[in-house]
């Protein structure tokens, strides 16, 4: 192909890679950040910065925003249009996050650069968005501005999308954005949509990119205690802080249970396996023979709970995991509290669903209530209980709408996968970077996404959700969130070669 050929040799020269970088460090420049508390756009003063960054946008990619129909929603949140010649293909979707998660008052000193400064060193590009997620909206940006430049005229449809408030939620920018993709394109309508999620990682023999395509679900259960109170000079064996402290002790020591089942985890470890030919022997044998066999699949998950410092990780990644975060109960010395409070965060395990968490609260927390003659609300799921009783335990999903595991999209052979794993292969076994990273034989399995991202809200475009960035972990000075973010340019590059070939290739690819 010889517009791919034409790509690939822009790439290599300086003058591309020293634009395409000064275009990242530009957009790290503004300071996007999104906060839990956040109004709505037009109701909060803290998102009028996004309007730098539009107009950042404008200047930097002016063919991308003249030639492709710009559609602002709720505001802030960008869907770009680029029209396809042939109507019948349904379109490629890409998506990516316009905020950053803020700096803590005080954590800027402890940056080796500041955190807004987008410095380039020579080797990374500094800052905070310089990996999650700045770098996928600029590189899917620097490909779209590049291919226009080249007058490429896709026969399918190309829609990116960038939301402006991943890390607080998403319903401002995504949520409003799903509306009016559905509203605009009907259900079904895309193709496959690509958004942030999983990279690259070289292992012993190989390296393995990982799309993450399962996503976990999330629940944050309230657990309210209330008491009649009175004078502490007279108190009863327990308060409604004692009676919390059962509770939550109940709960930790029934953790939800960890199970290997076939899907997302268990592909990804039979990936690694099957072709990492440094692990041992029986490990590799252990892992092939899980697929099909449950004793196999109960002897990999011991193995993998009990790797040295891994437990809190591999659980994670096979069950439902349970964080008391928030508690608070008590407001005077010499007052009983009457009203006792924690906040558990659940991760809900992709085979799992909220409807199975409520009922585990169940299982554990009616036999202590019953113990100690509480009444108890579990979600509105049990009949009223109008007895006497020594106090009131409530139990409801708090802070956001509880959130099932993502719906899973094909895999091996189906079309979607195939074309995205295609491009994900050739991407890394022709990869252009000069240092020593990644260049060992590629292979692509799935994973598991243990947040949410944006696609929580689009669902219903497609089934062919895939999370992934073509981001190579060695590539990250300290990961995402964290002080002193940072990308390796050479990293970054390769993530315009990948999404311009992720382009070309759904183009070629025919029905999807
Ligand atoms: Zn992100």
Redesign the pocket.
Known sequence: MDLLKTLEDLYSQQHFKSWAIESLSGAVRIPTESFDDMEKPGKDERWDIFADLHVYLEARFPLVFTSLAVKKVNTYGLVLYWQGSDPSLKPLMLTG?QDVVPVPDGAADLWKHPPYSGHYDGTYIWGRGSV??KSTTISTLTTVETLLKHEFQPKRSVILAFGID??SGGLQGAGAIAKYLLNTYGADSMAIIVD?GGGYMDYNNITLAAPMTAEKGRVDVLIEVTTLGGHSSMPPPHTGIGYLSKLISALEDNPFPVELVPGAALQAVQCLAAYDEALPKAYRELAAKAATDARAREQMKQILLGQPGMHDLFAARMGTTQAVDISQGGAKVNALPERSMAIVDHRIADWSSVAAVYEHYIDVLAPVTARFNLTLDAFGLLPNDTRPSAGYVRLAPTFHAPLEPAPIPPTFGAPAWDVLAGTIRATLSSSQRADSLSTKTPYVGPDVMMGN?DTQYYWNLTSNIYRYSHMGYLDLYNG?HTINEAIKAEGFLEMIRFHSRLILNADEAGAL
């Open positions: 996050h999650d997620d991943e890390e942030e991202t995402a």
